[in-house]
């Protein structure tokens, strides 16, 4: 059911009337050329769709606000780029680094993170560091380096319109999440179950009926947060902060 909804909600992705791309890949590597620390690539507002900017350094490059959506970027280093409420949907960003990037209330549903449906280390972005505060976000995020990223905010709870093919949730198993900042986001159905989520904070996070199977909550913030229906089964909870806090909580005996 999971990779149908995942093929499902691709295609009426995929389906949604495309805008030309403002640029030529040639006409952004040569915006890169004359970049400096002090004036940066600026592709703010501009519409990149589906261009293949594959293996360009993008660090530190301006995306504010663009249309990105199905633009290819395997292999491309973006680390610190700017990407505030740009459309990401349906980008390519295989073994691409975002580490550090801000993508602040950007749209970033159906990224395509590995060739297949299952996970592959080879081809794993990286989004350490990174924010997604206010950001709309259903992706594959499983086993993916997101160590101290920033979904404060994030609206990443599953559309329960339009599931009749199964439901398209975020995933977020078996990720490296130490220290990220869920605080006051959306969590609705997500899959967080076996994930490292060691001193993470969901203080004020909507957590119905999300699956922290097997996590690692040790140490995480989880004061005022609301988890109704949400399952913690074999979840390591030592350390951590506002359980008594937390509505809706069950814990059955280990």
């Known amino acids: 059911m999971w990779m149908t909804a995942v093929l499902v909600s691709l295609l009426v992705l995929a389906l949604a009337p495309a805008r030309?791309?403002?640029?030529?890949?040639?006409?952004?590597?040569?915006?890169?050329?004359?970049?400096?620390?002090?004036?940066?690539?600026?592709?703010?507002?501009?519409?990149?769709e589906k261009l293949d900017l594959s293996d360009l350094d993008l660090s530190f490059a301006r995306f504010t606000g663009a249309n990105m959506r199905a633009v290819k970027l395997d292999s491309a280093w973006l680390r610190g780029a700017r990407l505030a409420g740009a459309n990401l949907n349906l980008a390519w960003v295989m073994r691409a680094d975002f580490t550090g990037a801000d993508l602040a209330g950007a749209s970033v549903q159906g990224l395509v993170v590995a060739p297949g449906l299952e996970f592959s280390a080879a081809h794993a972005p990286l989004f350490a560091?990174?924010?997604?505060?206010?950001?709309?976000?259903?992706?594959?995020?499983?086993?993916?380096?997101?160590?101290?990223?920033?979904?404060?905010?994030?609206?990443?709870?599953?559309?329960?319109?339009?599931?009749?093919?199964?439901?398209?949730?975020m995933d977020f198993t078996g990720a490296n999440l130490e220290g990220a900042r869920f605080a006051g986001a959306d969590l609705g159905r997500a899959v967080l179950s076996w994930a490292n989520l060691r001193g993470a904070?969901?203080?004020?996070?909507?957590?119905?009926?999300?699956?922290?199977?097997?996590?690692?909550?040790?140490?995480?913030?989880?004061?005022?947060?609301?988890?109704t229906g949400a399952t913690f089964d074999q979840a390591k909870l030592d350390g951590a902060i506002g359980l008594p806090t937390v509505r809706g909580l069950v814990l059955r005996a280990q």
């Open 201 to 227: 904070d969901f203080r004020g996070a909507a957590l119905h009926m999300a699956n922290f199977v097997g996590a690692d909550l040790r140490g995480a913030d989880l004061t005022g947060a609301d988890a």
């Open 20 to 48: 030309a791309a403002d640029l030529t890949r040639e006409e952004v590597v040569r915006k890169l050329a004359v970049a400096t620390p002090a004036a940066p690539a600026d592709f703010s507002g501009r519409s990149l």
């Open 129 to 169: 560091g990174a924010s997604f505060a206010g950001a709309r976000v259903i992706a594959r995020f499983g086993h993916l380096d997101l160590r101290g990223a920033d979904f404060s905010g994030a609206r990443m709870a599953a559309d329960m319109r339009n599931q009749s093919m199964g439901l398209m949730r």
